[in-house]
T-cell receptor, first 113, second 111 residues
Framework: GAGVSQTPSNKVTEKGKYVELRCDPISGHTALYWYRQSLGQGPEFLIYFQGTGAADDSGLPNDRFFAVRPEGSVSTLKIQRTERGDSAVYLC???????????FGPGTRLLVL | RKEVEQDPGPFNVPEGATVAFNCTYSNSASQSFFWYRQDCRKEPKLLMSVYSSGNEDGRFTAQLNRASQYISLLIRDSKLSDSATYLCVVRGIGGNNRLAFGKGNQVVVIP
């Protein structure tokens, strides 16, 4: 079956612009996670959704970052006033509720010039 | 201190050799432990879960030492296709399902 999909695969933007990154989880997975991976580092947790609600947003670095999942399926990560330091690969993962295994999407490579 | 510490390497391994590496984690309350594999410019994929009793999957063996808070991975009879970054992952820090990743061990298998 279809895995986790993310769009766009690559995004180049200018400092100060607004971007939206989309994640489409595996069908039936109620848990959805966003991570960010900088070059040479492991992924870092950003936010976790259980259904429509954000169960844990403690990893969001500041209030420029926001994520939604209005219907409990597709999620959008929104970054306002982008900074060069936001350049990274943004990974989305999903799992069944309470499931240990998280399945990752291919990521969105964000470059802020 | 980072939640999961790994020495990134790289680890240059002759084909057919055995390579072992480990990581340490800081929170003794961590619940679950994994090794993920990440190929260049690809997403992480679960390689195996890690249990205190140790577990083996073909040429791969994983061990967990809760007392010392470290996790190990051993790869026997290395293949060229084993070249990848191996990420040590801990779940349950902070009381939810989020995963905490190490930097990863970069393994390069040389013919």
């Amino acid at each position: 079956g279809a895995g986790v999909s993310q769009t766009p695969s690559n995004k180049v933007t200018e400092k100060g612009k607004y971007v939206e990154l989309r994640c489409d989880p595996i069908s039936g997975h109620t848990a959805l996670y966003w991570y960010r991976q900088s070059l040479g580092q492991g992924p870092e947790f950003l936010i976790y959704f259980q259904g429509t609600g954000a169960a844990d947003d403690s990893g969001l670095p500041n209030d420029r970052f926001f994520a939604v999942r209005p219907e409990g399926s597709v999620s959008t990560l929104k970054i306002q006033r982008t900074e060069r330091g936001d350049s990274a690969v943004y990974l989305c993962a999903s799992s069944v509720s309470g499931g240990e295994t998280q399945y990752f999407g291919p990521g969105t490579r964000l470059l802020v010039l | 201190r980072k939640e999961v510490e790994q020495d990134p390497g790289p680890f240059n391994v002759p084909e057919g050799a055995t390579v072992a590496f480990n990581c340490t984690y800081s929170n003794s309350a961590s619940q679950s432990f994994f090794w993920y594999r990440q190929d260049c410019r690809k997403e992480p994929k679960l390689l195996m879960s890690v249990y205190s009793s140790g577990n083996e999957d073909g040429r791969f063996t994983a061990q967990l030492n809760r007392a010392s808070q470290y996790i190990s991975l051993l790869i026997r009879d290395s293949k060229l296709s084993d070249s990848a970054t191996y990420l040590c992952v801990v779940r349950g820090i902070g009381g939810n399902n989020r995963l905490a990743f190490g930097k990863g061990n970069q393994v390069v298998v040389i013919p």
